[in-house]
């Protein structure tokens, strides 16, 4: 067993979570794939959208992942890092509005 | 960045025993990762063989004006290897016969060869069907001596294939030096003005990408897309295709992944791209390789590794098309950079 939560050489296992469950696991990666292709948006929109998320949701799998995937499409540090900044921004955009229901409660309690 | 080659550092990865060690130990050895030449049994691949001979590659020389990071040359300025005019006619007397449509010349900087422009005047007479230059585009801007080879390249209807790394300044200086990135600006427009690159013009300029760290490269036609854009909108430059290139594990680029403790995740990174529609087209099954000392190889990556053919005939002195198509190409897992995603050659995609 690893003596740590996160180990990088997991990332390159993630396949094998189908092996425990084949269907399931098939089913989420013939999905995943799908997602990523160009379609409405181009994979290299979608790669900018992941890499927002993945640091949103504060996965270093994905962040490894999708930083090599914007390196692959050629994509720059500065767009990445406008990406970044425009997952944290809505992330703390979603605390902040908050502070609305903060305000209600605060005046309905109050005289 | 260094300015030395490895071979003037005397860095151990400059022999090719050490390379080939590297790559056939470590991850391969102990089973994790399966050898290129399993992989390829399964397809009923092994050995690999030659189909047709179609390109003829030379490599007039190790010296550069570059020394790029990522280079499998170990090219330089401090490298001495340059082709001489006896070899340059043993070659001229091979591209007069052969059947091969395609005779590339590669180097270090070709143009650097003091008889660069002797050999392509005589080889352009031999009336092959296209006939590259691998320019490495800065040499254009690098002395005075070499300001007017857009014209040059044009009066011998040369194809042009030169390397950029990426569409910004910041990438490319990263990869290849300081500077680098303006001088390319500058030798594509001046190509631009002679007609090469230019929509219907038969001066062809193609530009190799490869990427500048320990990744493979994107989709070559996305990739291509975005060039196209960028260099127009930013520069006015124009140009025909892309071509991505994946970085092999050899020399230089060897050195940095060790370095910079990237090798094992590169190594599976390639192997877990690997596309077995790619092998039959990989680039030694239609080439032969010859070096600046007239040897024979299967590609350009064996020649820097110093894996000769596997043939009677070795020297370009004793070439024969028939004996050399019916050989063996010696591979290691160096090859996987040919096979991973959509096929890496020297012209690009292959599957
Ligand atoms: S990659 Fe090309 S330009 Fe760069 S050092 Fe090597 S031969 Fe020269
Ligand atoms: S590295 Fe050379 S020998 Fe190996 S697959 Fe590529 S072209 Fe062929």
Known sequence: MANSYYDPADLRKFGKITEWSEELGEKFFDYYGKVFEEGALTAREKSLIALAVAHVIKCPYCIDSYTKDGLQRGITKEEMMEAVHAGAAIESGATLVHGVQMMNKYNKLSM | ?351
């Not at chain 2, 691949?45 to 030379?58: G, K, S, V």
């Not at chain 2, 691998?134 to 009066?155: C, E, V």
């Not at chain 2, 060039?227 to 892309?242: A, S, Y």
């Not at chain 2, 030694?284 to 110093?306: A, E, H, K």
């Open chain 2, 1 to 351: 960045m260094a300015t030395k080659s490895l071979k003037a550092q005397q860095n151990e990865l400059a022999t090719s025993n050490k390379q080939l060690e590297i790559l056939n130990g470590g991850l391969f050895a102990n089973g994790e990762l399966p050898y290129f030449k399993d992989k390829i049994a399964e397809i009923g691949h092994f050995p690999l063989r030659p189909t047709r001979l179609e390109i003829l590659q030379i490599n007039v020389g190790y010296m550069c004006n570059q020394v790029c990071a990522h280079c499998h040359v170990d090219a330089g300025p401090d490298r001495k290897e340059i082709m001489t005019k006896e070899t340059m006619m043993q070659c001229l007397e091979v591209i007069k016969n052969t059947k091969a449509h395609t005779l590339d010349l590669t180097g270090g900087a070709p143009e650097m060869n003091p008889n660069f422009r002797w050999f392509v005047e005589e080889a352009s007479k031999a009336g092959i069907k296209d006939f590259i230059v691998r320019s490495n585009l800065t040499i254009i801007r690098a002395n005075k001596k070499y300001y007017d080879l857009p014209g040059f390249f044009k009066k011998h209807n040369v194809h042009v294939i030169s390397s950029m790394p990426h569409y910004t300044k910041g990438k490319t200086d990263k990869q290849r030096g300081d500077g680098v990135f303006d001088k390319s600006i500058k030798a594509l427009q001046e190509l631009n003005a002679v007609g090469y690159g230019m929509p219907n013009s038969n001066l062809k300029l193609d530009l190799v990408y490869n990427p500048s760290g320990a990744y493979l490269p994107g989709d070559q036609g996305a990739m291509e897309r975005d060039f196209k854009k960028r260099l127009k909108e930013d520069f006015n430059i124009q140009f025909h295709n892309l071509f991505a290139i994946t970085n092999l594990p050899i020399a230089r680029f060897l050195d940095y992944l060790i370095a910079s403790e990237n090798y094992e995740d590169y190594m599976y990174a390639l192997v877990e791209a690997y596309n077995s529609s790619a092998v039959a087209n990989v680039m030694c099954t239609n080439t032969i390789s010859v070096s600046w000392d007239g040897w024979l190889y299967d590609c350009d990556f064996n020649q820097m590794l110093d894996l000769k053919v596997a043939s009677k005939v070795k020297h370009i002195k004793d070439y024969n098309e028939d004996v050399l198509t019916d050989r063996n190409i010696i591979i290691s897992q160096h090859c996987y950079g040919c096979t991973a995603g959509a096929g890496s050659s020297c012209q690009g995609s292959v599957a």
